[in-house]
C-alpha cells in the first residue's frame, strides 16, 4: 500500500516545499509552512484515467442574454463592484480586523431583502446573538435576511441546495470555513482554497451573487492570496485607520467592472454613511495660510477626486536626511527629491522630507507627481500656494512635465469645488478654468517663487 506523502505549504502565498523551513523562500515570510498531507491515492500502480465525454464548440459570433446586476442600493459598494452584483459571481471582500467588513457586507445584504431580494448570511466567527446585535445597532433587523452559523462547507452547501438559489450569499469568513475532505485545520491554504472553489461552483451553477470575507495579513495582503484571488471575479479591499471614521472601499481585480475604482464611507454610530461628496472631504478645512500643501486633481477609477498633499521640509536632525511619506510611494518622493535637485536646483536633498495626503487616501497615480513637488518647493522656500488652485502632471527624469489623461474631468471636478486656477502640463487644452501651463521643473520653481541654490535645467 503506498504511503501519503506530506507536503509543506506556505499560508502566506501558497507555495509548496519538499521539507519544513522557518522561511519561504517565495515569499520571504517566517514560520508560515505547515505540513499537509496529501491524499492517498486509489492505486499504487500506473495511474488510469477515464475516457472523457466531447462538449460543443461555439464561435465568438454567438451572443448570450446579457445578465441584470443586483443593485444592493448602496450606491457606493454598487459602484465599486461596477454597478451591481452581477448572477453567478464571487466577490472576495477583504480588511483590516475591525475595519467593519462585516457592517458593510450586512449592510448591503439588508437594503437589497427590503428591495425584495432572497438574502441568506452565514457567519463562522460570530454567533447568531452578536449578529443580530449589530443589525439592531444599525437599525435593520426587520430587513428579511435569512441569517445562519455554520463552518463545515458541506452543511453550508447542503443548506443552500435544499430550497430556491437565493440570489445573494454572504459567507464571514473564509478562513473559518473547512471541509470534511482535508485533515488540515481550517484557515490553511488546502483548506480555504477547497472550501472557496467549492463555494464558487455552487454560485456559479445556481446564479446566486457569493460574497466572501476574508482577513489580510500583517503585509496588508488577503491571506493566502495565490490560492484564493484567481477563483473568484473581483477582489475588493476594505481600507480605513480604526481612529478616522472614513473608510475607502478599492477594487484591485474585476471582471464585470472597472479596476481601481474606490467606494468612500463614514463610519458612524450606527452604519456606513455613504459620502455623496469625497473631494470635499479629502480637502478639509483649508483656511490655514501655511506653505506646504497642494491640491491634487486626481482621477481613481472612473470618479474624479481632489486631495491635499502635504509636505514639510526641516533641516535635517542628523548626519541621514529622513524621509517619511503616508499615502504616496517612497520610491516617488525619492525621485522627485532628485529631478528637483538635478534639474532644477533647489537644494533640498540635505533636508528631512515628510509628505501626507490628507484624510488617510493612498494616491498611486504618476500624475500626482506636480502637486507632491508643489507642495515640497512651497515647504522648502517658506512661500505659500494660492488657495483657489490645483495640480495635476507626471514628471519625468529629465525634469518635464507629462500630460495626464482625463484632464478635462479633472478641471470639471475643480471647478464644481470653486478652484479657478490650474497648474497643468504645457499641452493640456480644456475650458472652465484659468490654465497656468508649465513645461518643466523649472517652470514651477519660477511660478512658487523658490530660490535655487544652483542652475537647473533651462
Known amino acids: 500500500m503506498a504511503r501519503s506523502q506530506a507536503n509543506f505549504v506556505c499560508q502566506a502565498c501558497g507555495a509548496v516545499h519538499a521539507k519544513w523551513s522557518g522561511k519561504c523562500d517565495a515569499c520571504g515570510a517566517w514560520n508560515s509552512i505547515i505540513e499537509e498531507g496529501a491524499p492517498v491515492p486509489a492505486c499504487s500502480g500506473a495511474m488510469r484515467r477515464v475516457k472523457g465525454r466531447p462538449f460543443a464548440l461555439e464561435d465568438l459570433k454567438t451572443q448570450d442574454k446579457e445578465q441584470e446586476r443586483r443593485i444592493t442600493g448602496v450606491g457606493e459598494f454598487d459602484r465599486v463592484c461596477g454597478g451591481g452584483l452581477v448572477p453567478g459571481s464571487a466577490i472576495l471582500v477583504g480588511g483590516d480586523p475591525g475595519v467593519g467588513k462585516s457592517t458593510l457586507i450586512l449592510q448591503a445584504l439588508a437594503a437589497y431583502a427590503k428591495k425584495g431580494g432572497r438574502?441568506?448570511?452565514?457567519?463562522?466567527?460570530?454567533?447568531?446573538?452578536?449578529?443580530?446585535?449589530?443589525?439592531?445597532?444599525?437599525?435593520?433587523?426587520?430587513?428579511?435576511?435569512?441569517?445562519?452559523?455554520?463552518?463545515?462547507?458541506?452543511?453550508?452547501?447542503?443548506?443552500?441546495e435544499k430550497g430556491k438559489a437565493p440570489d445573494v450569499i454572504?459567507?464571514?469568513?473564509?478562513?473559518?470555513?473547512?471541509?470534511?475532505?482535508?485533515?488540515?485545520?481550517?484557515?490553511?491554504?488546502?483548506?480555504?482554497?477547497?472550501?472557496?472553489?467549492?463555494?464558487?461552483?455552487?454560485?456559479?451553477?445556481?446564479?446566486?451573487?457569493?460574497?466572501?470575507?476574508?482577513?489580510?495579513?500583517?503585509?496588508?495582503?488577503?491571506?493566502?492570496?495565490?490560492?484564493?484571488?484567481?477563483l473568484v471575479d473581483a477582489v475588493l479591499y476594505?481600507?480605513?485607520?480604526?481612529?478616522?471614521?472614513?473608510r475607502v472601499l478599492r477594487a484591485v481585480k474585476h471582471r464585470f467592472g472597472p479596476t481601481d475604482e474606490i467606494g468612500v464611507f463614514e463610519m458612524t454610530g450606527k452604519w456606513l454613511a455613504e459620502v455623496a461628496n469625497p473631494s470635499a472631504l479629502f480637502l478639509g478645512d483649508r483656511n490655514?495660510?501655511?506653505?506646504?500643501?497642494?491640491?491634487?486633481?486626481?482621477?481613481?477609477?472612473?470618479?474624479?477626486l481632489l486631495v491635499e498633499i502635504q509636505a514639510l521640509v526641516a533641516e535635517a536632525g542628523y548626519g541621514t536626511p529622513r524621509r517619511a511619506v503616508v499615502g504616496w510611494d517612497t520610491g516617488r518622493l525619492a525621485m522627485i527629491l532628485?529631478?528637483?535637485?538635478?534639474?532644477?536646483?533647489?537644494?533640498?536633498?540635505?533636508?528631512?522630507?515628510?509628505?501626507?495626503?490628507?484624510?488617510?487616501?493612498?494616491v498611486g497615480e504618476p500624475a500626482a507627481d506636480l502637486a507632491a513637488a508643489a507642495a515640497l518647493i512651497s515647504s522648502f522656500s517658506g512661500q505659500a500656494l494660492p488657495h483657489d488652485t490645483v495640480f495635476f502632471g507626471e514628471i519625468s527624469l529629465s525634469g518635464d512635465v507629462r500630460p495626464a489623461p482625463q484632464a478635462e474631468l479633472r478641471l470639471k471636478e475643480a471647478a464644481k469645488l470653486g478652484f479657478s486656477?490650474?497648474?497643468?502640463?504645457?499641452?493640456?487644452?480644456?475650458?472652465?478654468?484659468?490654465?497656468?501651463?508649465?513645461?518643466?521643473?523649472?517652470?514651477?520653481?519660477?511660478?512658487?517663487?523658490a530660490p535655487r541654490a544652483r542652475g537647473g535645467k533651462a
Open 119 to 160: 438574502t441568506i448570511y452565514i457567519s463562522g466567527e460570530e454567533a447568531m446573538a452578536q449578529v443580530r446585535m449589530r443589525a439592531s445597532r444599525m437599525e435593520v433587523s426587520d430587513a428579511p435576511v435569512a441569517l445562519g452559523s455554520a463552518t463545515c462547507v458541506e452543511d453550508i452547501l447542503s443548506t443552500l
Open 170 to 230: 454572504a459567507i464571514d469568513s473564509i478562513q473559518t470555513i473547512w471541509t470534511s475532505a482535508l485533515e488540515a485545520a481550517p484557515g490553511t491554504i488546502a483548506q480555504v482554497r477547497t472550501a472557496c472553489f467549492d463555494l464558487v461552483r455552487y454560485a456559479k451553477s445556481s446564479g446566486a451573487a457569493l460574497i466572501l470575507v476574508g482577513h489580510v495579513t500583517k503585509e496588508g495582503q488577503i491571506a493566502g492570496p495565490k490560492a484564493v484571488e484567481h
Open 238 to 246: 476594505f481600507e480605513g485607520e480604526r481612529g478616522p471614521q472614513f
Open 288 to 304: 490655514s495660510a501655511s506653505p506646504g500643501t497642494a491640491v491634487f486633481a486626481g482621477i481613481e477609477g472612473t470618479r474624479p
Open 338 to 362: 532628485a529631478v528637483l535637485d538635478a534639474r532644477g536646483g533647489l537644494g533640498v536633498s540635505a533636508h528631512d522630507v515628510y509628505l501626507n495626503v490628507a484624510g488617510g487616501l493612498k
Open 421 to 449: 486656477t490650474a497648474v497643468v502640463p504645457q499641452e493640456t487644452r480644456a475650458e472652465g478654468l484659468n490654465l497656468r501651463p508649465i513645461k518643466d521643473v523649472g517652470d514651477l520653481l519660477a511660478l512658487v517663487g
